[in-house]
């Protein structure tokens, strides 16, 4: 494991990817998306259709060109050196990835990738679900994001540039839940705040006092960090 390692954990829109990129990016250390990884697998199941439950899933997972090129930018995996970052946002890998995630082998499998992509990093951020849990539970740095479920679903629209009516925000709200109580359910790593994190709930709060929030936590526990970058 890295020395500097800072765990994002949190339910579905709640800026953790974002975050964890710009703090990435000011320390100067690799940004890992878990969540690309698993909708990495899902994709691909979707393309071979395999079935989203059964074990034949597993097997396409551990046969699976994929890699995380390892930068600033870490929710650009590659599939056999293809960049699918926009292929994995779609709604279908969305309304899947859920019951993908669920299956402990497939789960074991993106672990192993999540580890050695941070292993010779001089530091990492690494967000997802169960990071300071399960994948890194001796981080120094842990944080759970979160914000109420409306302006999760209203940065959610946002983000993908879709309107915000009333009906659209919703729409999203009630899928984020149905996501959230699902991930939140499962027998492994279910979504929880992990031993030790800090919870930041960001519904008032603007992108850069977030962002400024956990690079204060890095800066208690580095230390000063401004030479790295
Ligand atoms: O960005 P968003 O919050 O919509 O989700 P994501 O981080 O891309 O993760 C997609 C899904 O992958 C989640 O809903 C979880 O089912 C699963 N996931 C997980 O189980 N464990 C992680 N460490 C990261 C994601």
Redesign the pocket.
Known sequence: MPSRVITIDG????G??TTARAVAEHLGFVHV????L??AVTLAALDAEVPMAGQRIVALARALPVRLPLSRDGARPEVAGVDVSAEIRADRV?RN??QV?ALPEVREWVNEALRAAAEDAPGVVM?????GSV?FPDARVKVFLTANPTERAQRRLAEQGRPSDRRSVETAEKEISR?DA??AGRDV?PLQIPDGAVVIDTTTMSFEQQVDHVLELARQAFGSLDTIS
Do not use: C, L, N
């Open positions: 339910p579905a829109g709640s953790k990817s998306d878990s969540g690309a698993y909708r969305t990835v859920s995630a967000d997802g679900r169960d990071i994948v996501r699902f991930d790593a």
